[in-house]
């Protein structure tokens, strides 16, 4: 069983006060292939949140097991939520799960956008596209909501801009605060939709028939504009290159959305998700995020 834990996993596991969780991996992935009578191979890399490999059961079929890195929130039971309510659709099949290991069994799929080497204006329609798949209404799913989203999020992003070294300007942290404020005072649930939570070229693998579909979703009821928002906060070197504005009101002619709140998440988006890649040592996106979050105070939106 080959046990190499992508670094980026072993170094979140420690963010999250997580690293007994590390050392219990051998033990924990023997019980599972026991019980579910799995063989496990090849571990995937590529991973920030979990631990991804190779499976196959009993009688031949190819899968995936994927384990969490515990948090103190919710994120295996809520991942569990929109997989089993996409049901296949715009996201990849469930299999079976362990809820109280974090541990769930997948179809498995083909690479990724990534490993194909995708161009950018080729996965952005793609992306797009996959992530209005899985909107619908789901009230009552106990999915977090928009502005629960937005307020953890302007809690977080002040104590690890301090805690990093202040990586980029002040500026940019008081807009994403501003726009985490609107879009928390925004929310409604009338007009919440099951998310992904992170349509991203890493989430986005090839299907049999060459289309793509979406993994490790991270669940959330909100505005579909969120799960643009992150379109926004991806490839911030061609963002900055095109003009910023310009995706969001791209994003929002593809969908029907909206414009300035596509535009807002994804303010929100790349500031927390720059520091965070910072944190763990994902370069150079941390610091491409953070550089982009500071051209993009100066933007004129409409």
């Keep these: 069983m080959d046990l190499a834990i992508p670094e980026v996993v072993r170094r979140k596991a420690e963010l999250e006060g997580r690293a007994s969780w590390v050392d219990a991996l051998p033990a924990v992935l023997a019980g599972l292939a026991e019980e579910w009578s799995l063989t496990i191979g090849p571990v995937f890399d590529g991973g920030t949140e979990a631990f991804v490999?190779?499976?196959?059961?009993?009688?031949?079929?190819?899968?995936?097991?994927?384990?969490?890195?515990?948090r103190g929130t919710d994120v295996v039971a809520d991942e569990i939520t929109v997989l089993r309510l996409a049901?296949?659709?715009?996201?990849?099949?469930?299999?079976?799960?362990?809820?109280d290991r974090g541990a769930l069994l997948l179809e498995r799929?083909?690479?990724?956008?990534?490993?194909?080497?995708?161009p950018f204006e080729q996965r952005l329609p793609i992306l797009a596209d996959l992530a209005a798949r899985i909107w619908r209404p789901a009230p009552d799913c106990g999915l977090p909501t928009g502005a629960q989203k937005a307020g953890w999020l302007a809690e977080l992003i002040p104590s690890q801009w301090e805690s990093l070294g202040r990586p980029c300007a002040e500026a940019a942290i008081e807009h994403a605060l501003t726009c985490a404020s609107r879009r928390g005072a925004a929310h409604?649930?009338?007009?919440?939709?099951?998310?992904?939570?992170?349509?991203?070229?890493?989430?986005?693998?090839?299907?049999?028939?060459?289309?793509?579909?979406?993994?490790?979703?991270?669940?959330?009821?909100?505005?579909?504009?969120?799960?643009l928002g992150i379109l926004m906060r991806e490839d911030p070197v061609e963002l900055v290159r095109d003009g910023p504005f310009a995706r969001?009101?791209?994003?929002?002619?593809?969908?029907?959305?909206?414009?300035?709140?596509?535009?807002?998440?994804?303010?929100?988006?790349?500031?927390?998700?720059?520091?965070?890649?910072a944190a763990v040592g994902l370069q150079p996106a941390g610091d491409q995020m953070l550089r982009a979050a500071e051209v993009a105070v100066d933007v004129a939106v409409d």
């Design 53 to 70: 490999a190779a499976a196959v059961d009993a009688a031949g079929a190819k899968m995936v097991l994927k384990l969490m890195v515990p």
């Design 87 to 99: 049901d296949g659709d715009g996201c990849v099949r469930l299999l079976r799960v362990d809820l």
């Design 109 to 118: 799929l083909g690479p990724s956008m990534f490993d194909l080497g995708l």
């Design 188 to 227: 409604d649930d009338e007009r919440a939709r099951l998310l992904h939570g992170d349509v991203q070229q890493w989430n986005a693998l090839q299907t049999p028939d060459g289309s793509f579909t979406l993994i490790d979703p991270d669940g959330l009821l909100a505005e579909p504009e969120y799960d």
């Design 248 to 277: 969001a009101q791209w994003l929002a002619n593809r969908t029907g959305c909206d414009a300035l709140a596509i535009w807002e998440w994804g303010v929100i988006e790349r500031v927390s998700t720059g520091l965070l890649a």
